[in-house]
């Protein structure tokens, strides 16, 4: 199966929908998203939307757990907190209904699915080889994918060896029929690998590759929804710069 992996849409409208324009054209059967469909952007409920009608998967991030009041807005940065807080006061009833249902791991499809990582689900970011040697052997899987970060990344092991890897550039593709392997397709709405397009992954389960691409879209577009809701400006001008 040939199937799209997203994370960190973080209310990012226009990110959102130009990815999802190039995941039907790249074929793929099924959307899967990690995580954070809201915090940091001004569109939480078209997001939300999106979300219900495209992603066949949908797992709960940090974020997500916050707007439905499940974690502390204290444990989040300035920027983060009071974006939590203003989608707390403008996301819709029956959209915040749906966010509760949803959990930050999945462990039932072909590959792990988590929102962070699997020693910790919510919060815990995986950058580093030896973050991904602890993960790695936490896996019920032979590959997992993870959100949270931000970043495009892959880390794989070999048997009897140790974990390497690293960011990934856009249309990297990666042969996966040995090795195990934890993927982050990277961040739609607020990369922060120093490339502002859009990161997504596209998995094919059948012929065990990956292939990470970047979308270009209206980051100005963005910004100015973020502005124009007065969220921080911090949060409108780091979308530009990838960071």
Known sequence: ??????????????????VLDAVEAAGAEELWCLGDLVGYGADP???????????AVCLAGN?????????????????????????REV?????????????????????????????????EYVLSPLQAELNLDRLQHRI????????????????????SGGTCRAETQLALEADTWLLNPGSVGQPRDGDPRAAWLLLDTRACTATFHRTEYDIAG????????????????RLAHGQ
């Not at 994370?7 to 959102?16: G, K, L, Q, T």
């Not at 078209?46 to 009608?53: K, W």
């Not at 959209?95 to 949803?102: F, N, R």
């Open 1 to 18: 199966m040939r199937v799209a992996i997203v994370s960190d849409v973080h209310a990012n409208r226009h990110a959102f929908e130009a």
């Open 45 to 55: 409920n078209a997001c939300v939307a999106l979300a219900r009608r495209h992603a």
């Open 63 to 87: 974020h997500d757990l916050a707007a439905c009041g499940k974690l502390p807005l204290e444990q989040f940065v300035k920027g983060a907190e009071l974006s939590i807080a203003w989608t």
């Open 91 to 123: 996301i819709a009833p029956e959209h915040l209904e749906w966010l509760d249902t949803l959990a930050p791991q999945k462990l039932d499809e072909a590959v792990g699915l988590y929102h962070a990582s699997p020693r910790d689900p919510v919060w």
């Open 144 to 163: 997992a994918c993870v959100g949270h970060s931000h970043m495009a990344l892959q880390y794989s092991r070999a048997e009897g060896a140790i974990a």
């Open 222 to 237: 963005a910004a100015a929804a973020i502005r124009a809701a007065r969220l921080p400006d911090s949060l409108a001008e």
